[in-house]
């Protein structure tokens, strides 16, 4: 047998739904707590004294393509025990709801939690946006990379290299977590028994990746010999870019005389390489004008131009303080 359902119960876990608003492409609603007491979160004494409250605002899922706003009236209240640090607190909703300090209901970050794991950004952008579920790319990243499962404390894979306390007469190691992103110690010196300390002190490690100097690589092989060394990215690239550059320099000039061999066709230019062969071929012509008019005796300036008038300044011309 069907039962007509009432209004409140489409409401979100322990909310009480007060009035709804709907003008253009918004239905704003608003909502409040159902319990009349909160418990402290330190302390855990329940209170009913109330002290002032605020709006948390949600985004929710859209409903008959519109979007919907929830306007939440979060009460503060005062802790009642002596005893307790926190004099003020606010009750808190149901984590089925929403997160601390989130700006969406749960379930609104949920879809969107799938669609950034199934479309990723870009595509993920267009996709909510047609669903009226507006986040961008790099909401969807976020949201993505906050639902995943939390990582190891222990570092796995590290990678090591010098920094300068006063650049020329101070060093210190720095030590970076590469799959988290972020540095976890510096050490006082750069000396190997040091490193070697800090690295015999956490087994946990399996990679070390470092530059290409033997300092930090007896380091490893003392205090971790079982793991793995590896040359760092940046180092590479690094290495690598500046033997190419030594490289060209010491061949630029056969390089040049290649390729100014044979004629140079405008049309397979691209358009900003033929403004510079544009720029290249007026110079050539006038230093061949210069050329040619030094050759015959002829004055290498052009007469045609008017001298340029520089004003004197007379004492008479001074303005009087």
């Excluded at 402290?40 to 109330?50: I, K, L, N, T």
């Excluded at 009460?75 to 909703?93: D, G, N, Q, V, W």
């Excluded at 690589?217 to 190419?244: C, I, Y």
């Excluded at 010491?250 to 033929?274: C, F, K, N």
């Amino acid at each position: 047998m069907l039962t007509k359902a009432r209004f409140g119960d489409a409401a979100p876990a322990g909310l009480r739904i007060e009035s709804v608003e709907a003008g253009g492409d918004v239905v704003r609603l608003v909502a409040r707590l159902r319990l009349a007491s909160a418990a402290c979160p330190d302390c855990g004494v329940s209170s009913r004294s109330a002290h002032s409250h605020y709006e948390r605002r949600l985004a929710d899922l859209p409903a008959h393509g519109r979007h919907v706003r929830l306007r939440v009236r979060i009460r503060r209240f005062r802790c009642l025990s002596p005893r307790c640090a926190r004099k003020i607190f606010a009750e808190r909703l149901d984590p089925s709801v929403a997160r601390r300090f989130g700006r969406r209901m749960e379930r609104h970050e949920g879809i969107v939690r799938h669609i950034g794991l199934v479309l990723g950004g870009r595509p993920g952008e267009r996709t909510a946006s047609r669903l009226l579920i507006p986040a961008s790319k790099d909401t969807l990243l976020r949201v993505v990379r906050r639902g995943a499962a939390p990582k190891r404390n222990l570092p796995r894979v590290i990678g090591i290299d010098d920094w300068a306390w006063r650049k020329g007469h101070r060093y210190g190691t720095l030590i970076c977590d590469l799959e988290r992103r972020k540095v976890i110690d510096l050490l006082p010196d750069r000396e190997a028994a040091t490193a070697a300390a800090w690295l015999a002190a956490r087994p946990s490690i399996e990679i070390v990746a470092r530059d290409r100097g033997g300092g930090y690589g007896s380091a490893a092989r003392q205090g971790r010999p079982e793991a793995k060394q590896v040359a760092d990215r940046w180092h590479l690239m690094e290495n690598a870019s500046a033997t190419f550059l030594v490289a060209v320099r010491r061949h630029m000039g056969e390089a040049r005389r290649a390729v100014g061999q044979g004629p140079i066709d405008p049309a397979t230019l691209t358009a900003a390489e033929r403004i510079q062969y544009e720029g290249w071929r007026r110079r050539v012509e006038d230093g061949a004008a210069v050329l040619a008019l030094h050759g015959r005796g002829g004055p290498s300036h052009n007469h045609d131009l008017p001298p340029l008038k520089i004003p004197s300044t007379t004492p008479s011309d001074k303005k009087a303080p």
